[in-house]
């Protein structure tokens, strides 16, 4: 089985195939799991999830949910090293994926604090990104009562 490195670089070169990126989601995810669990591959893992969490896990949202467990298991690990730009890049993508599954309260929550953590980190493309988000969360309950409204 291709490291998550390898399987890095074939996705930067296939990443506007669907059909590529298509046949090869179940070996992508295999492989994140296994550079997880590995602490020298950690690294690498989180990145290739970073690279492709968007594609499957947003985009084709009959995976969402073996997605963002895969996530908050690299969250998890991420939190056990004690490496906190990473949970932080992390929660983004965990914000993301609440957002597409419906969950909008905990994407909003999640959303702030990754604000928070990447002002005080003075991260600014997480903190765009962040931002984005929650106006993405707004113009989502525009016409909609909600606890959004009250807060935003």
């Known amino acids: 089985?291709?490291?998550?490195?390898?399987?890095?670089?074939?996705?930067r070169l296939h990443k506007e195939d669907e059909r590529w990126m298509d046949q090869h989601g179940d070996d992508i995810l295999?492989?994140?799991?296994?550079?997880?669990?590995?602490?020298?591959?950690?690294?690498?893992?989180?990145?290739?999830?970073?690279?492709?969490?968007s594609y499957y896990a947003l985009y084709r949202v009959a995976c969402t949910p073996c997605w963002i467990s895969l996530l908050i298991d690299a969250l998890l690990l991420a939190q056990e090293r004690q490496d906190a730009e990473i949970e932080t890049q992390l929660l983004a993508y965990v914000a993301d994926g609440r957002m597409s599954q419906g969950d909008h309260e905990t994407a909003y929550v999640t959303y702030n604090y990754v604000i928070e953590q990447a002002q005080a980190k003075a991260n600014h493309d997480l903190e765009l990104g962040a931002y984005t988000g929650l106006f993405w969360l707004q113009a989502v309950h525009q016409r909609q009562a909600?606890?959004?409204?009250?807060?935003?």
Not at 1 to 8: A, D, I, N
Not at 31 to 50: K, N, P, T
Not at 146 to 152: A, T
């Open 1 to 11: 089985m291709p490291s998550c490195r390898e399987w890095l670089d074939d996705v």
């Open 30 to 53: 295999a492989a994140i799991r296994s550079c997880l669990a590995v602490s020298h591959q950690f690294e690498d893992g989180v990145d290739l999830l970073m690279e492709v969490f």
């Open 146 to 152: 909600s606890f959004l409204n009250n807060r935003l």
